[in-house]
């Protein structure tokens, strides 16, 4: 089945550190990836996405690119605010098949920044 | 533009009561999504609809839960009865197709007592 795993968490970073979130996954075909955001209290929002492979998503100053060979779609941004305080989750969705239309989510990264 | 609604924001029950949360999606949009996200057990997908059908309900934990999607704009997550470990947050979201992107709605939190 498919599976997307994330890396561990709590990050905690001082604010301008450069952000790195790990996501590999696993999943027949190609599948479209996703980064979603979870702000305190909120729903999950579409941070950036990526259709195909070498796809670079991008929003807001984060970054990812879909790496078909080493199955990853990592998340990076330069220079963190306090503001990027948050939930970060990896998602993908099938490109077909009996799945096709569902996110399957990695477990989720807490993000801290500190002024 | 309304986002998608989740009434109500916070449910606090006894254990054994029925519990209704509700949800509508986006209008214009086809399929709808009911999620379930514990710290255990992270993001999980209970059942989505499309064109107000159930597509797949593997999701759903056991026959304690249902849902229905009577219109277009309207959905129900039913708990009855409801148990402690039902406690967590509920989220819809709603997609203009099953292939497009999903916005999600601020949740319900659900603590069963």
């Known amino acids: 089945g498919n599976s997307v795993t994330q890396m561990e968490g709590p990050v905690t970073l001082s604010e301008e550190a450069f952000l790195t979130i790990n996501c590999t996954y696993t999943?027949?075909?190609?599948?479209?990836l996703f980064w979603y955001v979870q702000y305190p209290g909120e729903g999950l929002q579409l941070l950036l996405k990526?259709?195909?492979?070498?796809d670079k998503g991008s929003n807001k100053g984060f970054e990812a690119t879909y790496r078909k060979e080493t199955t990853s779609f990592h998340l990076e941004k330069g220079s963190v605010q306090v503001s990027d305080s948050a939930v970060y989750f990896c998602?993908?969705?099938?490109?077909?098949?009996?799945?096709?239309?569902?996110?399957?989510f990695g477990q989720g990264t807490i993000l801290t920044v500190h002024p | 533009d309304a986002g998608v609604i989740q009434s109500p924001r916070h449910e606090v029950t006894e254990m054994g009561q029925e519990v209704t949360l509700r949800c509508k999606p986006i209008?214009?949009?086809?399929?709808l999504f009911w999620y379930r996200q514990t710290m255990m057990r992270g993001l999980e997908l209970l059942i989505y609809?499309?064109?107000?059908?159930?597509?797949?309900d593997s999701g759903m934990p056991e026959d304690r839960f249902s849902a229905k999607m009577p219109n277009a704009s309207f959905s129900t997550l039913k708990i009855q009865p409801s148990e402690p470990r039902d406690s967590a947050v509920y989220f819809c979201?709603?997609?203009?197709?099953?292939?497009?992107?999903?916005?999600f709605g601020p949740g319900t939190r659900l603590t069963v007592l």
């Open positions: 979201a709603s997609s203009f197709q099953l292939a497009t992107e999903q916005f």
């Open positions: 999943a027949t075909g190609y599948p479209s």
């Open positions: 990526a259709t195909k492979a070498d």
């Open positions: 998602a993908l969705k099938p490109s077909g098949g009996t799945s096709y239309g569902k996110l399957t």
């Open positions: 209008s214009g949009h086809n399929s």
């Open positions: 609809f499309n064109n107000n059908v159930p597509i797949d």
